[in-house]
């Protein structure tokens, strides 16, 4: 596997389940975002983890649970959906600190998830 | 807090001819960085160009260029020799430091349809 990898493609639930997605980046990064991203609006930033620390929360509500447990890995725990939680969910990594490309962040292919 | 705006919600242009999507931005920082995003049918989020703002030469990477207007919070990409592949949504992205991680601002995007 290379650059960063999403795990399920796609997922649908129903509004009283619990599932969780799987980030994972093979780049060696040290940083890791969640991006939602909905129909004809701006992505919109959820959680920033940097050096397994969570450093940004964007007011997400809390159905929405990440976990970071170390550097190459990102989960984002779902239960009690709504159904405007329904979109995209993106991963992404990047490297940061004095050295290398900082800033540009990879993404992965995402999680269609579709709340019922 | 940053803002970015892409005007042209779609766009068009015929295969071998040169096409420029527009962005502007706001922001009160000095140091910052912008990218262009290309996320193609498939979903994957693929970097085409970045520019640091203490830069004064445009970037320029094979077919894509950008016109960084830094006064005027400008920055349009021009692709020349348009391709097929190229058809995707590009996204236009802000990012500041926020001193253990970046932070991506994104506007709506642009969908750009290239035509035989």
């Known amino acids: 596997e290379t650059g960063v990898t999403q795990t399920p493609r796609h997922l649908v639930m129903g509004m009283t389940n619990k599932k969780s997605l799987k980030c994972e980046q093979h780049?060696?990064?040290?940083?890791m975002y969640w991006y939602k991203q909905s129909a004809k609006k701006p992505l919109e930033l959820m959680f920033v983890y940097s050096l397994e620390e969570r450093v940004e929360n964007n007011s997400v509500p809390s159905r929405f649970s990440p976990e970071c447990p170390n550097s190459s890995h990102l989960f984002l725990h779902l239960h009690t959906l709504q159904p405007e939680d329904s979109a995209l969910y993106l991963c992404a990594s990047s490297q940061e600190g004095k050295s290398g490309p900082r800033y540009t962040q990879y993404f992965g292919p995402g999680t269609r998830l579709t709340v019922l | 807090a940053q803002t970015v705006t892409q005007s042209q919600p779609e766009m068009s242009v015929q295969e071998a001819e040169t096409v420029t999507l527009s962005c502007t931005y706001d922001t009160s920082e000095n140091n910052y960085y912008l990218f262009w995003y290309k996320q193609p049918p498939s979903r994957q989020m693929i970097l085409v160009i970045r520019q640091e703002a203490y830069k004064q030469q445009n970037a320029t990477e094979n077919r894509f260029s950008v016109n960084f207007q830094k006064a005027a919070k400008s920055f349009s990409l021009k692709i020349s020799d348009s391709q097929l592949g190229d058809t995707a949504m590009y996204f236009c992205a802000f990012g500041l430091d926020t001193g253990t991680a970046s932070k991506l601002t994104f506007g709506t995007g642009t969908r750009l349809q290239v035509t035989l």
């Open positions: 780049l060696g990064h040290n940083a």
